[in-house]
Each structure stands twice: as structure tokens, then as C-alpha cells.
């Protein structure tokens, strides 16, 4: 303990000259040290005390800058090491989710191979109901007639443009009668005419 007390009265003290100390034991036994002299007239010993040696500033200038560089150097490590394990977490969780994909997508097709080997056991276990079919007498093949084509249409006159309203009126029953030939036929010639050709041609008169 008294080393220890010692050792903080020197520190404050390191200048560049020689420091006096004063050493004594009181009546008690107990050591002190003190800058000054006691006024007790215990006998005090005096210590001189040499400065300490001036600090080497190229040493610590030196020091200070392996410091450095070795917390910069493990700065770094730990950011390489940082990296290494996020990336290292990044793939786990990359090869995590292809695998959940893969085995979802293997449950699905499983799923739909199920499905599709059920509804060919319900379309195979299915009971279908059927009718003969009728029977086909068989009757000889004839050639079909033949179909003869339509005349052409009788054209009719030519159409003449219309003098007046008696001939508008007249259209309608002139257009029928070129329509239908048969029906209305030319008038016959009186019978005097008729008996005359027949005269004319050698037979009897009637």
C-alpha cells in the first residue's frame, strides 16, 4: 500500500528536473510521503526522484500507426466476414425456395395424374346403353332418270314506252296474256273464211 501511494504523489510530478520527496513514520508506524517537509519532529528522509526518460515520438508516431492499419485490416475482415454470411444466407434461401417450387409443382402434377387416372376408371366402370341398328334392305341400284332442263321463257314483244293512260290501263292485260300463250290464244277467223280454205283445198262442201 505504501508503494502504491507512493507511486501516485510520482505521477502527477514527471517534469523535466529532479523532484524532492519527503519520507517519514509518524508515531503510529505509519509511512508518509509528502512534497513537504513535516512539521512534526519526527525525523523525515528526503528522496530525490529523477524525471522519467522523454517519449520517443518516431517509436509511438509508429506504434500508433500499426495500430491503425491492424484495426483497419480487422475493419475489413469483419466486413469480408459479414459479406461471406449474407451471401452464404442469400443462396440457402434461394436453393430453400427452388426446392418448396420443385416439391409444390411434383404435388400438383401428382394431384392431376390422380385426377386424370379416376375419371378413366369412372369412364371405363361407365355402363352404356345401346340400339342395333335398323337393317338395310338391300335394293338395286338403279340409274337416277334423267332430269331434262327447262325451255328458255318466251321473251314476249319487245316493251314500248307507253302514249297515254289507256295504254298504261292495257299493260297489265297484255303482260298476262304473253305470260300465259296457251290461254289466251289469237282469235279464230270466221267461218266463212274457214269454208273457203276448205274449198280451196278440195274438199266437200258441207
Known amino acids: 500500500m505504501t508503494a502504491m501511494m507512493a507511486a501516485a504523489l510520482l505521477l502527477p510530478y514527471g517534469a523535466a528536473q529532479t523532484q524532492q520527496i519527503y519520507k517519514w513514520t509518524d508515531a503510529n508506524g505509519q509511512v508518509h510521503y509528502s512534497q513537504r517537509e513535516p512539521d ?46 449474407e451471401k452464404a444466407r442469400q443462396e440457402q ?43 338395310a334392305y338391300p335394293y338395286p341400284a338403279y340409274p337416277l332418270p334423267h332430269r331434262p332442263k327447262p325451255y328458255p321463257p318466251d321473251p314476249g314483244p319487245p316493251c314500248q314506252p307507253c302514249q297515254d293512260a289507256a295504254s ?13 300463250p296457251i290461254r289466251h290464244s289469237a282469235p279464230r277467223p270466221p267461218k266463212s273464211t274457214l269454208r273457203r280454205e276448205a274449198l280451196s283445198a278440195g274438199a266437200e262442201p258441207v
Open 40 to 85: 512534526s519532529s519526527a525525523q523525515a528522509q528526503k528522496l530525490d526522484i529523477a524525471p522519467p526518460p522523454p517519449a520517443d515520438s518516431s517509436s509511438s508516431s509508429a506504434d500508433a500507426t500499426a495500430e491503425v492499419a491492424r484495426i483497419n485490416a480487422l475493419a475489413d475482415q469483419m466486413a469480408r466476414d459479414r459479406e461471406a454470411v
Open 168 to 180: 298504261q290501263n292495257r299493260r297489265p292485260a297484255l303482260r298476262r296474256r304473253w305470260l300465259n
Open 93 to 135: 434461401a434461394a436453393r430453400n425456395l427452388q426446392l418448396e417450387n420443385e416439391q409444390l409443382q411434383n404435388e400438383l402434377l401428382k394431384q392431376q395424374a390422380e385426377q386424370q387416372k379416376q375419371k378413366q376408371e369412372e369412364e371405363s366402370n361407365r355402363t352404356i346403353i345401346g340400339y342395333p341398328l335398323p337393317y
